[in-house]
């Protein structure tokens, strides 16, 4: 679903489509979404069950970042 893009108008898929963006255009942000990642991973393994939102996001940061090119027809075309 989240490629899918069922929630269109969320802030969560804007803040995703946002992050898309200045990936595309500023390739040194890949850097920073690394450290995030590792950041975001170490607290949801320092307790899962409290810090189940880390999880959500670092999920949804790798989504946003693994996609090249998307389009609402054919999906994710360029990863």
Known sequence: MDLEESDL???RRLCMKFVHALSRKYPEVAGLLLGLSEQLNNEYMANKN??????T????????ASMGNYTYRHGATDL
């Open 57 to 64: 996001t670092l999920v949804n940061l790798l989504i946003t």
């Open 50 to 55: 409290e810090n189940w939102r880390q999880k």
């Open 9 to 11: 108008e969320t802030r």
